[in-house]
């Protein structure tokens, strides 16, 4: 016949019966993460409008006659292209919060404060766009290291 395990037998099993509590802890852990998580769908939701402004401009929703794509040089509309779709890439992974969308992300600050520094003719290097994505980068940098320091070694 089929024995019952005994009492002691079934603690040393792996499944624990014991009551689980949904009380709400009133403790902070996580709060570093929860933070990083909120700061980067902020981001993906910038990055998002930033790449459909982007599109805007291939399509020509925005600007005037003198502004369309056609009439710009190649190297403005290589520089639009690119954003258009990294933006959204990167707003993807920014909001499902992935290590490979903050890789994209930063790939597209680095790429921007280049193209303003380097090639002002492009966009006409606007030292504004590169202080923000340096103060977005420094947050971003402060944050995931605050979130690393709460996770147990």
Same mark, same amino acid.
């Given at each position: 016949?089929?024995?019952?395990?005994?009492?002691?037998?079934?603690? !040393?099993?792996?499944?624990?019966?014991? *009551?689980?509590?949904?009380?709400?802890?009133?403790?902070? !852990?996580? *709060?570093?993460?929860?933070?990083?998580?909120?700061?980067?769908?902020? &981001?993906?939701?910038? *990055?998002?409008?930033? /790449? $459909?402004?982007?599109?805007?401009?291939?399509?020509?929703?925005? /600007?005037?006659?003198? !502004?369309?794509?056609?009439?710009?040089?190649?190297? +403005?509309?290589?520089?639009?292209?690119?954003? *258009?779709?990294?933006?959204?890439?990167?707003?993807? /992974? $920014?909001?499902?919060?992935?290590?490979? /969308?903050?890789?994209? +992300?930063?790939?597209?600050?680095?790429?921007?404060?280049?193209?303003?520094?380097?090639?002002?003719?492009?966009?006409?290097?606007? $030292?504004?766009?590169?202080?923000?994505?340096?103060?977005?980068?420094?947050?971003?940098?402060?944050?995931?290291? &605050?979130?690393?320091?709460?996770?147990?070694?």
């Amino acid at each position: 016949m089929s024995e019952v395990p005994s009492r002691d037998t079934a603690r !040393d099993g792996a499944i624990s019966v014991d *009551a689980i509590s949904s009380e709400r802890r009133d403790t902070d !852990d996580g *709060a570093w993460t929860r933070r990083l998580v909120f700061f980067l769908r902020i &981001m993906a939701v910038i *990055a998002i409008a930033k /790449g $459909l402004y982007h599109w805007a401009q291939v399509t020509g929703f925005v /600007g005037g006659e003198e !502004d369309a794509f056609e009439n710009q040089s190649m190297a +403005w509309q290589t520089a639009t292209i690119y954003f *258009a779709v990294i933006e959204l890439v990167a707003a993807v /992974g $920014l909001w499902l919060a992935t290590p490979w /969308g903050a890789v994209v +992300w930063l790939t597209t600050v680095v790429s921007m404060a280049v193209i303003e520094l380097m090639f002002p003719a492009i966009y006409g290097g606007s $030292l504004t766009v590169v202080v923000m994505d340096a103060v977005m980068l420094a947050a971003y940098l402060t944050l995931a290291w &605050m979130a690393s320091r709460e996770r147990p070694p």
